[in-house]
């Protein structure tokens, strides 16, 4: 049931659901400025299943919006009469063990709600959070990109250009610092995800200046009221809802879940990948190439045993990948929030999870092709000072794996097998405003 949205006066709000959408909040695109504060604090009114607010409600409402008319366009919010399902999906079991459950970054007074990650949703995609009303936080994180941006960096509302490329979002709820942006200077989501709301370039808003815009819009009164109880826009509450949202886009249904599922043991063969895939992973796998070490995380598993974290495919910190030989002059990533030169070249990474979709890769967006990824770990990593020690070799130079052309499409073809199809077309994440 559509709902006009800010630029038009009137709306037809259709029971509210659950979609989020933070594209906001991990690094990238949106990591231009700083993490922004939050205003006051509010109390989430719990149902007996979990949710929070006034539950689902039925029928449309009318009311007046405070918007603009933008060329007689007109903008239309559809959302579901009963919520997606965002707090409980049906995770496989490889994502329920108890070191996976250890990195989970969820804090225990933001929980995912469905009416929270719902109006987290609606935020995530709406326009009226960019000061001439052109911009959304999935401007820069598009869901068919695996919620990141194909270009090397991201346009904002006035045209400029973010200084790093928009990291990718899948799996942000399992990062147990729970820091985010490139250079990790967001201590949580919550913080995060009002920063490039802020950024002069990004979306150019002021913090009273967002509390303005979506209380004008009339179609957030009732989203707001099932998320917490009543209608009281702050900021805590916008940055809680983006957050949930965010936190929802996990990435469980690749080809890989499947195999691995049907396996029972990721070292084992998958009976439905290829011959390359299975190379590629057994690639990914071995001391040689030493991949895992970084993206499985966790200490090693006993001889032909399992690794502890065969889900999320994301490090456990930041680290230096060899992109650089020294400290360079525009980006230091960590070591220029932290003062501190051990930590020059040290930036957090996205998961590898539909890596295949979500080039261009790095901080700064230099690798346009996975292909070239995999030449700068086989033969091009830099003797940085601060280099990774898993990237060193016993003489403590960078490592070299020197892989064959085969080998090398192998991991490639592997590393498409983590591609979520599903999540890249979930109704529940993509845009709820019919344009």
Known sequence: MPVTNSKVSSLHLAPLSTCLALALALGGACD??????????????????????????????DTSDGG???????????????????????????????????????????????????????????TALSRNETVACATCHQQ???????????????????????????????YATGRFFWDERAATLEEQVLGPIQNEVEMGLTLTELVERVEERAYYRELFVAAFGDDAVTTDRIARALAQFVRAMASYRSRYD???????????EFANFTAEENLGKQLFLQPRTSCVACHLGGPPPPPNGDFANQAIFLPLEPLNNGLDAGPVEDDNGVGD????????????????????????YMHDGRFATLEEVIDHYDSGIKPHPNLDPRLRGPDQQPRRMNL??????????????????ALLTDPKFSDPFVR
């Open 32 to 61: 231009g400025g700083g993490a922004g504060g939050t205003e006051g604090s509010s109390t989430t009114a719990s149902t007996s299943d979990g949710s929070s607010g006034a539950g689902d409600t039925t029928g449309d409402v």
């Open 68 to 126: 603009s008319t933008s060329e007689g366009e007109e903008d239309f919010l559809d959302l579901p009469a009963t919520p997606y399902d965002y707090a409980s999906p049906e995770l496989p079991a490889h994502f329920l063990s108890p070191p996976v459950r250890q990195l989970d970054n969820t804090p225990a007074d933001n929980p995912i709600i469905d009416h929270g990650a719902t109006l987290g949703r609606v935020l995530f995609y709406d």
């Open 144 to 174: 068919a990109h695996g919620f990141g941006d194909p270009t090397q960096f991201s346009e904002g509302f006035e045209g400029g250009l973010t200084g790093r490329n928009s990291m990718a979002l899948a799996e942000s709820r399992w």
């Open 258 to 268: 499947v195999g691995l599922a049907q396996a029972g043991s990721i070292r084992a």
């Open 337 to 360: 929030v932290s003062g501190d030169p051990a930590d020059d070249g040290r930036f957090k990474s996205s998961s590898l999870r539909n890596i295949a979709v979500t080039g261009p």
């Open 404 to 421: 064959t052309p085969a080998e090398k499409s192998a991991l490639v073809a592997f590393l498409g097998t983590l591609t979520d199809e």
